[in-house]
């Protein structure tokens, strides 16, 4: 950016925050209060530091500095930058929606406008197009999701969650799979925020995309590979941040119940482990499975599998990927009875 815009961006309050490292810097993004939205502007990463995080430590620190609503605005065609929002939790909205808030929040020509997106972070989508979880009103479709726990690409977990997703569609049931790790979001941070607002309304991130879903689901596949004799850290903080689907009484200690249970929602979990004794899996299952369990979904089968490491493994092994299939079609069937 040259100097006299960046002058022009800060006297139109701007205010601009950067990333550095050893006292070199990596990374700027700029905020920018307009009433009742805050806009996100001008973030730039240097090239050879792409892909370290720098960017989205940004858009979090400023998402701090905020109660509004936020918008951002970037080219149509900067695929790239559309990608880096919607992975750290924002919406796409609609050309007519998008073409609105251009002319009222920003100052361009209208050539610009039609070349231009804006995305929404989950508060301004919750206050502007009414998806709040609503909870007298959660009611499961007959569909499936799949929730992968592993950091790893292409891994083992990835490659039975696609054969356990093939087996649901088998069955002509929808499925729709995720991987925690191109979710942009936090671990609970026991605001209890939720207790009041029956909604997680303490954190806005990537989670407010996945709820949704969630609750839409009847089915439910979690899959985790085995860190620590436990869960990877991006399956825990998932399920903790399923906490907001509880309701509690005002008793001491507080009883408890959950807004999903009573709708004969059901599920399946995975976990993988690299050593082959049954010890060494450790909580892994349990972790899931008294979760799930508690917010009143039925465990129809687990499946442990063992002796698996080296990355896509599990490929070579086609009774195991026949058993996920197939584990994939059971859920699915079961869904109808």
């Not at 209208?110 to 502007?128: D, F, G, H, M």
Request: hydrophobic residues 40%.
């Amino acid at each position: 950016m040259p100097a006299e815009e960046l002058s022009h961006e800060i006297e139109d309050d701007v205010d601009f925050w950067g990333f550095e490292k050893e006292g070199r810097l990596l990374g700027v993004m700029g905020i920018q209060d307009r009433g009742d939205v805050t806009l996100i502007r001008h973030a730039y990463v240097r090239s050879r530091s792409r892909k370290q995080g720098i960017g989205a430590a940004l858009l979090l620190y400023l998402e701090r500095l905020t109660e509004k609503p936020i918008l951002v605005g970037t080219w149509k065609d900067a695929s790239w930058a559309i990608a880096f929002y919607e992975k750290n939790g924002y919406i796409l909205l609609s050309d007519e929606e998008k073409n609105r808030r251009l002319r009222k929040y920003w100052s361009i020509p209208e050539r610009q406008i039609e070349t231009s997106v804006v995305l929404a972070n989950p508060k301004w989508a919750e206050a502007r197009l009414g998806m709040k979880n609503k909870s007298t009103s959660i009611c499961p479709e007959g569909k499936i999701l799949g929730i992968g726990g592993s950091p790893r690409i292409h891994g083992n977990s990835d490659v039975l969650l696609k054969h356990m997703l093939s087996g649901v569609q088998q069955a002509d049931v929808r499925a729709e799979g995720i991987q925690l790790r191109d979710i942009h979001f936090q671990p609970c941070i026991g605001c209890e925020k939720c207790r009041k607002d029956k909604r997680c309304t303490g954190i806005n991130d990537g989670m407010h995309l996945l709820y949704p879903k969630i609750t839409k689901s009847q089915g439910l596949i979690l899959l985790s590979p085995t860190h620590n004799y436990n869960v990877t850290a991006w399956m825990k903080a998932f399920i903790d941040r399923l906490y907001c689907f509880y309701k509690f009484d005002d008793q001491r200690p507080r009883g408890w119940s959950s807004r999903l249970a009573g709708q004969k929602r059901k599920a399946v979990i995975v976990a993988v482990c690299e050593q082959k004794n049954k010890k060494d899996m450790g909580f892994t299952i349990e972790a899931m499975r008294l979760p799930l369990e508690a917010l009143g979904y039925e465990i129809i089968e687990e499946l442990r599998v063992f002796g698996i490491f080296d990355r896509g493994a599990v490929k070579k092994d086609d009774q195991m990927l026949a058993k996920a299939f197939n584990l994939g079609r059971r859920l699915a069937i079961s869904l109808r009875s």
